[in-house]
């Protein structure tokens, strides 16, 4: 007997094989309906989910990129900005140095022109009351020598030193 119950574990019976595929069928249903389907839509939304998590990443990613170019460009024509400002300002720094200089070379000419103008009519003026002068001189020699009425010549030079003398 202990030889005839190993031999039926090695060679089963046919009731028994029937009646484990039907639990084994049976198991397999239940299993398919209730655990497989739930597990496979649970995979299902986990991939859905990392599929579009991956899609939101690369979408940032371009959208960081597109904003890093976007930077980049907002800094070139910043930098380009600055660079037109700063060369107006050199060119209106020149313009208004040369405006500068030729005024103040124009005040420097009338000036001078004025300071000539004020010598010629001093100098007019001096040579006038000069003028007045030795005629005034001319005259009172004149008159001198008249009153004096000398006869000879060294006489009448003698006076003329004279008054000269007194003139210096």
Same mark, same amino acid.
């Given at each position: ?14 009731? $028994? ?25 649970? *995979?299902? +939304? /986990? ?9 939101? %990443? ?10 890093? %170019? ?5 800094? /070139? ?5 600055? +660079?037109?400002? $700063? ?8 313009? *208004? ?9 124009? @005040? ?7 300071? /000539? ?10 040579? $006038? ?17 008249? @009153? ?15 008054? *000269?003398?007194? $003139?210096?």
């Amino acid at each position: 007997m202990f030889l005839f119950n190993a031999m039926e574990l090695i060679t089963p019976n046919i009731g $028994l094989v029937f009646w484990t595929t039907v639990i084994f069928v049976i198991f397999w249903f239940f299993v398919g309906k209730f655990a497989f389907k739930p597990v496979a839509n649970a *995979i299902k +939304s /986990r991939e859905d989910s990392i599929e579009k998590a991956l899609a939101s %990443a690369e979408k940032a990613k371009e959208e960081m990129q597109k904003l890093q %170019a976007d930077n980049q460009a907002a800094v /070139r024509q910043a930098q380009q900005e600055a +660079s037109e400002i $700063l060369k107006e300002a050199r060119e209106l720094k020149a313009s *208004i140095e040369s405006k500068a200089q030729e005024k103040a070379k124009d @005040e420097a000419n009338k000036i001078i022109a004025d300071a /000539r103008l004020e010598i010629q009519k001093q100098k007019e003026s001096a040579l $006038l009351e000069v003028k007045q002068e030795v005629s005034k001189l001319a005259v009172q020699i004149a008159e001198k020598v008249l @009153e004096k009425e000398l006869s000879d010549n060294k006489g009448q030079q003698e006076l003329i030193a004279d008054l *000269i003398k007194k $003139l210096n």
